[in-house]
């Protein structure tokens, strides 16, 4: 065939009105997405802008510290009505963008759980429609550069925490984001009374389930809720660790990797320390007493804990961050119960007082009723609490320890009778705790030993340590150790031992049950069970 041929088809049949409407429908479809393809990369087609140098995307070499700028970035949280006409930097996430027309664009920009108001509207000379199509194309937890005045708006803002608006002169994105995202922020932020709330009115909202938010929580902990659950538990170790130096208490740091198995039982993680059998630290036990024994008086120590166990409820964890306590006792060991009333009671004092937005945060999305707790920290013996469940009707091993229902139960009891979440319950029966543990001197059958209960359940363990080495190798092999992986912790104590005891605290305990939260996930960062390793 010739090329003249090629070049003259043969005659096309007519065309319906119908399929010639379909076919243009089709062309301005294709030329709407050519044209959102063009203000993606923040320029109209075949239009060249002037003002192209306010906004776009910050070029790496940019990002690598090319050079030592100064410039006065402003935290979102700081932005004020007072500062009314002043003109700010700030960076920050778009948590949510709204184009209003070609000429207008909203954006709200997010940092540290705070958000202002951001509006980006086409003025000559200032700010080109070009750019308020690329802002319009952001793509949602962007980060970006924002440049603009202050201004008040007349009426309240309800999408942002600040009530001003900054209006745009320059706007850079950082760093963009995924178009799509695993989850949404708006889905995982959603409390259960909205999703049934919603379900009632026929309407369905998606529910964002803990494997999902654990799996992506890089993202589930950007939301209001997480952000105040983990500014709340920095909050705590910041005052476990004020209130104990300031009693004179000082802060060790013991190792992790050790011999043998420092709580007893088989609950330990094993490894091969170089040919050598080892394991994780189920507590910094042996080595805060050991302390104790190297004249440190009192010592506390904030560091990872681990335990093997296969416990799959919702306040057990393979690891978790221990908060733990030893010191010296002169008579009696009510002396450590002193110290857990009143570094508590500070505690929940300070936190009610210094980290009110994020415990309306956390409220929001998990709605909980503030800990009751007295000035003077309850104490009730084992005994007194075996009483009142039995006066409930309720018969336990008076020699056992306490299962999870029936220490909720102990805490409705006590809630009714002296109204209060937050008690002690000391002079534990010896069969149940650890080999380490001094028992009572009128009866072996108990121990100088103490629990503390937030909400019906268990956050501390404490008593008074064995410092006689000859009855704590006889306690060690009853409770089945070789007492051959313990031996280096047994001789510091032949060497002269001042009577000492102490406590442990679970961090993530301590915040899930201020808070009200019903799973300890919720205050790990991120979880270790039987189940996860990962992220």
Do not use: W
Request: with cysteine; hydrophobic share 35%; aromatic share 8%.
């Amino acid at each position: 065939m010739s090329s003249e041929a090629e070049a003259s088809p043969p005659e096309q049949p007519k065309v319906s009105k119908k399929a010639a409407k379909k076919e243009e429908a089709k062309l301005e479809k294709l030329r709407r997405r050519q044209e959102a393809s063009s203000a993606v990369a923040g320029a109209a087609p075949d239009e060249e802008d002037p003002l192209a140098g306010n906004y776009g995307e910050v070029p790496l070499p940019e990002l690598q510290s090319k050079e030592e700028v100064r410039e006065p970035y402003t935290a979102i949280g700081a932005l004020a009505e007072e500062m009314k006409d002043e003109t700010v930097v700030v960076r920050g996430r778009a948590q949510t963008i709204r184009a209003v027309g070609k000429k207008m664009a909203f954006v709200v920009v997010r940092e540290k759980g705070f958000t202002v108001q951001c509006v980006v509207t086409e003025k000559e000379g200032l700010v080109s429609r070009q750019m308020v199509k690329f802002v319009a194309s952001l793509n949602r937890e962007s980060i970006v550069d924002v440049h603009g005045s202050l201004t008040v708006p007349s009426s309240p803002i309800k999408g942002a925490t600040q009530q001003v608006e900054i209006q745009v002169s320059k706007i850079y994105c950082v760093n963009k984001a995924l178009p799509t995202l695993p989850i949404n922020l708006e889905d995982a932020a959603r409390s259960e009374a909205e999703i049934e709330k919603a379900l009632q009115a026929g309407e369905q909202l998606v529910r964002v389930n803990q494997d999902t938010r654990l799996n992506f929580r890089v993202l589930d902990i950007r939301t209001p809720a997480n952000q105040g659950i983990f500014r709340i538990q920095s909050q705590v170790g910041n005052i476990f660790r004020q209130f104990l130096l300031s009693e004179d208490f000082i802060e060790i740091h013991t190792p992790k990797l050790i011999a043998g198995s420092s709580e007893g039982g088989s609950a330990v993680f094993k490894l091969d320390y170089k040919g050598r059998p080892a394991c994780l630290a189920q507590s910094p036990q042996l080595h805060k007493q050991m302390a104790i024994c190297g004249d440190f008086g009192r010592v506390f120590e904030i560091g990872p804990v681990f335990r093997a166990e296969d416990s799959f409820t919702h306040r057990h964890l393979c690891e978790f961050t221990g908060l733990d306590v030893e010191m010296e006792i002169k008579k009696h060991y009510s002396e450590v119960m002193d110290i857990v009333d009143q570094l508590f009671v500070k505690m929940f004092d300070s936190l009610n007082a210094s980290c009110k937005k994020e415990l309306e945060a956390v409220g929001r999305q998990y709605p909980f009723e503030p800990l009751k707790y007295l000035r003077k920290t309850l104490r009730l013996t084992f005994q007194e609490g075996v009483q009142m469940l039995k006066d409930a009707g309720i018969e336990i091993d008076p020699f056992g320890d306490l299962s999870t229902e029936v220490e909720r139960k102990l805490g409705q009891l006590v809630l009714e009778k002296y109204g209060t979440e937050f008690y002690i319950l000391h002079r534990y029966p010896f069969a149940v705790r650890p080999f380490y543990t001094m028992p009572c001197y009128d009866d072996p059958a108990y121990s100088n030993s103490f629990d503390v209960f937030i909400r019906g359940e268990e956050i501390i363990s404490g008593a008074q340590r064995v410092h006689v080495p000859e009855l704590l190798t006889k306690q060690a092999e009853a409770k089945g150790i070789d007492v051959k992986t313990i031996e280096t912790y047994i001789d510091s104590f032949r060497y002269g031992a001042p009577p000492h005891g102490g406590f442990g605290v679970g961090l993530e305990r301590v915040v899930m049950l201020f808070c009200g939260l019903n799973n300890i996930r919720k205050t790990s960062l991120f979880p270790r069970d039987p189940l996860r390793i990962s992220p």
